[in-house]
């Protein structure tokens, strides 16, 4: 278990508006919250948020140290050791490299898709890659989901949540904690 | 498959606050639509949010039927699928005597808490529970979880949701997302 080293990047460029554009999209709090919770829960090292624009840049860091050195910390420590995972980048190739260093080895990039792929990877084939000790860097995209090309770019796609509907619209949030807990779980 | 019956109750009193009184929590807008998005995921044909402020009540009501009747259904319809599933109640009677109108048989409470408990059941085994065709409400606490009493009035309390860390402070909305994948995906 102490091999696995999974990270998460939760992107807000480029991905895709409702009507299929690409933009970059706003920080929501209430994202960085749960996901550096779930990443703590679940034992992942770093959690890095990555905008382009800088003024969100300083909102990440502004609200990451309210409750990392601020008076969030002695009011609620619990949080201060979720959210002193988060690590802001302002380009995918800045997280590549923290991680190259973190980890010691070049990692591969896994995105998450929320349409059905014929060249999708399984969780359970995924679980098992990750026991052989290579870093993963796994990619969420906020508003309407990651980029086609960002998709297509990717090293792998995992498959997406099915529920049992076929209705498959499920918050960030949700789909990180869901994906987060097939694969780490019970390991 | 088509035998489950199972609910969602999300709690807003009796809950306890970060001291461990018993208080009634506000609504979160976030909790309503991502436990909705979910429920629709996973066919949950009703999800109930229990308020006994009046207030609250009147909040819940007017951001669903923005979703559901009124501007947001046209500019949404995936949103609309998920927000009709929430019925607000004043007290969890209603929502007992309104599952056993929906289901045709009274059903049982099925509380989730963070805390470890003897008396826990796993979730292979409430799954297979699921399947002998009987209703469960799963009660979701907000705030800092339901409060002592209520769990122990339950029919039955879940395991907790542990990730691989000890550490244990997932948002209800991580929670929820994690508990219901794991009783319902791949049955």
Chains 1, 2 share one sequence.
């Not at 490299?97 to 929320?114: L, N």
């Not at 309407?144 to 498959?159: P, T």
């Amino acid at each position: 278990l102490s091999e696995i080293k999974l990270f998460i990047a939760l992107i807000h460029y480029p991905v895709i508006n409702k009507a299929g554009e690409v933009i970059t999209s706003a920080i929501t709090g209430i994202d960085l919250h749960d996901i550096a919770r779930l990443s703590k829960t679940y034992g992942i090292k770093r959690f890095f948020v990555v905008t382009p624009l800088k003024d969100q840049a300083e909102l990440v860091k502004r609200l990451t140290e309210h409750w990392v050195t601020g008076a969030g910390a002695s009011y609620n420590p619990d949080r201060k050791k979720a959210l002193e995972l988060i690590r802001v980048a302002k380009d995918y190739s800045n997280v590549v490299s923290e991680v190259r260093k973190f980890a010691g080895m070049t990692p591969e990039t896994v995105v998450t898709c929320a349409n059905k792929r014929n060249d999708a990877i399984g969780y359970p084939e995924f679980k098992q890659k990750l026991k052989n000790g290579r870093p993963y860097i796994l990619n969420f995209g906020t508003a309407w989901g990651l980029s086609g090309e960002w998709i297509d770019n990717a090293d792998y796609v995992l498959e997406p949540v099915y529920g049992i509907t076929g209705y498959n619209h499920l918050s960030v949030r949700s789909a990180a904690s869901i994906i987060i807990d097939r694969l780490l779980h019970d390991n």
